[in-house]
């Protein structure tokens, strides 16, 4: 298929760095995006605007050939804004070329809402993000987390722990389907991943 030399995609998934961090609640837009340059074959191995960075060329259902890149910020989860506003002036890019996938209270494990723009509704990295690049009107993956068991849990505790037994044993299909969500929006449009996935937001897991 005859490709054309089209657009360029910055993927962020949020985090926060380190071992103590590694596999909690607040870093699954890290683990999701992780696992998409595993899929996409991007090998996340530069350091960059105080991030973890890859990219490659992605060719679309179009015959496009779309650059994508990959940014882990290695920042904290509070100046996540620091990287990804680095990352978009040094490519040159505007906030239309830019998707942020990451955790969210307010869905339920295993749900996932796709939307082009919206508040942070109380989450560190997106007000961050959002204050860094004075708009909201970019891309979201908003992957749900669910909110704390018990009332008298702070919110911040329940991010930062690590998932249940029950939870870890379905992640891994959690994981593939916000992969399969994203790989639809990069190879056939962001339009027809929310067609597909916002209808019952379910990923298979529960």
């Known amino acids: 298929m005859e490709t054309q030399t089209g657009r360029k995609l910055v993927v962020v998934g949020l985090g926060n760095p380190g071992a103590k961090y590694a596999g909690t ?3 699954l837009g890290q683990i999701c995006v992780l696992e998409l340059g595993r899929r996409l074959g991007i090998a996340i191995d530069r350091k960059c605007w105080k991030s973890d960075v890859g990219s490659a060329p992605v060719v679309t259902d179009g015959g496009e050939s779309l650059s994508v890149g990959l940014v882990i910020p290695q920042t904290f989860m509070n100046l996540s804004g620091q990287a990804v506003g680095a990352a978009l002036r040094d490519l040159g890019l505007d906030r239309s070329s830019l998707w942020v996938v990451y955790d969210e209270l307010d869905l339920p494990f295993c749900r996932l809402r796709i939307r082009p723009s919206g508040s942070a ?10 204050g860094n690049l004075k708009t909201q009107d970019f891309v979201r993956f908003r992957v749900g987390v669910g909110r704390p068991p018990h009332p008298e849990m702070d919110p911040a505790d329940f991010l930062l722990s690590r998932f249940t037994k029950d939870e870890a044993e379905r992640l891994p299909t959690l994981v593939a389907g916000v992969v399969d969500a994203l790989e639809i929006a990069i190879k056939a449009g962001i339009e027809r991943s929310m067609e597909q996935y916002n209808r019952s937001g379910s990923l298979g897991c529960g």
């Open 25 to 27: 609640r607040h870093n």
């Open 121 to 130: 509704a109380g989450h560190n990295g997106m007000r961050s993000i959002i």
